[in-house]
Each structure stands twice: as structure tokens, then as C-alpha cells.
């Protein structure tokens, strides 16, 4: 049960940051549509927020709810600070 509460959490995550930039786009359509340029420019500079919700939200989600996610990053971090003391 808590597995399916996790894959839940996880995929409604997704769904929601992904809708938002799905939002984005249509104002992206509907300003282009009727040629609102006031809006166009707002739309420029928030750009940005709901593509890199939608692009790593479900890397977050990921690393916040496995715990062998989380194993096998902090293996990593591990190997590349080994590496590093040993001169390689």
C-alpha cells in the first residue's frame, strides 16, 4: 500500500506540472491567436518556470520518495569522491 501511495503521489506530480505547461502553451496560442503583444512578453519571461517544473519534477519526486534512488545516488557521489582523492 504505501508503494501505490508513493507511485501515486509521483504520477499526480508529474500530471500537474505537466498540465501547467500544457496551460503555458494554450496562453502561448491564444496570445499569438490575437496578437497580444503586452501579454506575449510576460509570457517570455515565464517561460521558463513551467518548463523546468514540467522537465524535473518527476526527477525530484523520484529522489524524494526511492530510497534505492537515493542509494544509488549517494553510491555515485561516493565513487566520483573517491576518485578524486586518488588523484584519477
Not at 499569438?32 to 503583444?37: M, R
Not at 526527477?59 to 549517494?74: K, N, Q
Request: glycine share 2%; aromatic share 14%.
Amino acid at each position: 500500500m504505501a508503494q501505490q501511495r508513493k507511485m501515486f503521489i509521483i504520477v499526480s506530480v508529474c500530471t500537474i506540472s505537466h498540465l501547467v505547461k500544457a496551460l503555458h502553451q494554450f496562453y502561448w496560442v491564444f496570445v499569438a491567436y490575437f496578437h497580444l503583444t503586452d501579454f506575449n512578453a510576460a509570457l517570455q519571461i515565464t517561460y521558463v518556470y513551467p518548463h523546468y517544473l514540467a522537465t524535473y519534477s518527476a526527477s525530484i519526486t523520484l529522489v524524494i520518495f526511492s530510497p534505492r534512488v537515493r542509494m544509488l545516488l549517494m553510491m555515485t557521489v561516493r565513487d566520483v569522491e573517491e576518485r578524486n582523492s586518488a588523484g584519477t
